[in-house]
Nanobody
Framework: QVQLVESGGGSVQAGGSLRLSCVLS?????????MGWFRQAPGKEREGVAG???????SYADSVKGRFTITKDNAENTLYLRMNSLKPEDTAMYSC?????????????????WGQGTQVTVSS
């Protein structure tokens, strides 16, 4: 059974930092798979934040470029999201996803597996 488990969320003040982690287990078909981070704020659609495709190419949403860094530890099947200079508008439930059917790592619809999410709250 494929599972994704996120951790690292919390409450911080504006300007602070957090690091999210996402561990993938139960997926043994290939070591080359895409993963991504997504977020959804109340009343808003889910949006792609950062993603890594099967070839290691990285994509970021414009709103987080220069502040967030996505990395992937293939040996540990773990995806990270380092978030710096956090803003109140970054407040959302952050979820990770794995194994995309198309090479569009910021598109939620292309992913097969999802975690439950971890809440990030940034206060002003």
């Amino acid at each position: 059974q494929v599972q994704l488990v996120e951790s690292g969320g919390g409450s911080v003040q504006a300007g602070g930092s957090l690091r999210l982690s996402c561990v993938l287990s139960g997926y043994t078909y290939t070591s080359r798979y895409c993963m991504g981070w997504f977020r959804q704020a109340p009343g808003k659609e889910r949006e792609g934040v950062a993603g890594i495709d099967r070839d290691g190419r990285i994509s970021y949403a414009d709103s987080v470029k220069g502040r967030f860094t996505i990395t992937k530890d293939n040996a540990e099947n773990t995806l990270y999201l380092r978030m710096n200079s956090l803003k109140p508008e970054d407040t959302a439930m952050y979820s990770c996803a794995a194994v995309c059917r198309l090479a569009r790592p910021l598109q939620p619809a292309v992913y097969n597996y999802w975690g439950q999410g971890t809440q990030v709250t940034v206060s002003s």
